[in-house]
Each structure stands twice: as C-alpha cells, then as structure tokens.
C-alpha cells in the first residue's frame, strides 16, 4: 500500500475532482450517469467534475457543486459512498473520483453553456465485451473504448480513457464480476493497482 502521507502530498498539488454517479436500480442493474462536455473535455464524454474553488472545504463538495452547476443534480439526491485514489490523467491533472448514490428520481438539467448531453447506461456494460475495444498508449498501458448508442437520445457515444477505467472498477466492485476482456490492472485489487500507477505516473509528471 501506497503511505497515505504521499497520497496526500500528491492531493494538495491540486487538479480536478470527478463524480461517479450510480442511479437507483437494484443491486443487480445499477446504472452510471455520464455527460458530454461542449467545452473542457473538447467534447468527450466525462463524469461531471472540475477544479476546486476556495470556498470548497473538501473533494467531495467540490464534486457536488460541479455536479450542480454542470448537470443540476442537486445534493440532497445524492449519498456519497466514497473517494477513490486521485488519478493523473493524460493532460496531467489530478483528479479525485468521488462515487455516490444518485436518487432515481434525478432528471438531469443539463448547464447548455458546457454540457451537450446527459445519458445513463447499466453498469454492467463495461463488464461485457460486444461493444469493448482497446489499444495500447505510448507507455504500454491499455486505453478502453465503449461504444453506447442511447436510444432516447437517438445518438452513439464513445466512453474512453481515464473515464472508461473508472467505469470499469467501479462495476466490478459494485457488481461484483470480472471485466468479460484483458485489464492491465489487477482486477482483484484494483486499487492497489491505482495507487502503484499514481504514484508512477507523479515520479515522472510535472505536477
């Protein structure tokens, strides 16, 4: 295991903080909210997240207030269960998932001057394989892509990266079952996993 003390050196560095919304359903059918971002992200489908203002006090209101101010999810819809090991992403930052419950009740109010488009999916998607591909980056590791074509919205969306990995533990700890296709990470103890890539990946970033 990582020294908490380092993880948390590496924390007050600064970057972003991403929530992981799971929506209602059973334990069995648990469903992920996802969104497209017009602007940050250049398009790319992300969790709704950003930098910490000052007035934050802690990671996980940051992670509601972006969650507020980018898609209207109110905080009383949501019960946070965690954070998980800080990331350093391919541009470099930080970032902290939060995962929390998501009331099934939540209809998104999407903020028109970042978010394009808000989708929910099963988590169990990113266990299976029909619609998984990957490829490997510069430093050997493995970059996931999920293909989603969401029937309401009569549009295909492609989840990659940093956002797909995550999808990905989150599914196999909350649902209990391994990924249907090849992880570079090990998948029994993912987070251990996290912590060594953080801490590999801070040696060398410029953080």
Not at 177 to 188: A, H, N, R, S
Request: charged share 25%.
């Amino acid at each position: 295991m990582v020294d908490q003390t380092s993880c948390d050196e590496v924390a007050q560095l600064g970057g972003q903080v991403a929530l992981l919304g799971e929506v209602g359903g059973t334990a069995s059918r648990r469903q992920v909210a996802l969104h497209r971002e017009l602007l940050s992200s250049r398009g790319e489908v992300c969790f709704p997240g950003g930098k910490q203002d000052l007035k934050d006090k802690s990671d996980i209101e940051t992670a509601l207030r972006e969650a507020q101010e980018e898609i209207g999810l109110p905080s009383d819809q949501v019960e946070v269960i965690c954070k998980l090991v800080p990331i350093i992403n391919k541009d470099g930052i930080l970032v902290t998932p939060v995962v929390a419950f998501i009331g099934d009740t939540f209809q998104p109010q999407p903020n028109a001057d970042e978010v394009s488009d808000v989708f929910v999916l099963p988590l169990d998607y990113f266990l299976k394989s029909e619609e998984h591909s990957s490829t490997p980056y510069e430093t050997g590791m493995l970059v996931h892509f999920f293909t989603f074509k969401d029937r309401h919205l009569h549009k295909t969306f492609t989840i990659w990266g940093l956002t797909a990995q995550l999808c990905i533990i989150v599914a196999y700890v909350a649902l209990g079952q391994k990924p249907l296709f090849k992880v570079d990470f090990d998948i029994d103890d993912p987070f251990t996993s996290m912590e060594k890539c953080l801490m590999a990946k801070y040696a060398t970033s410029k953080l």
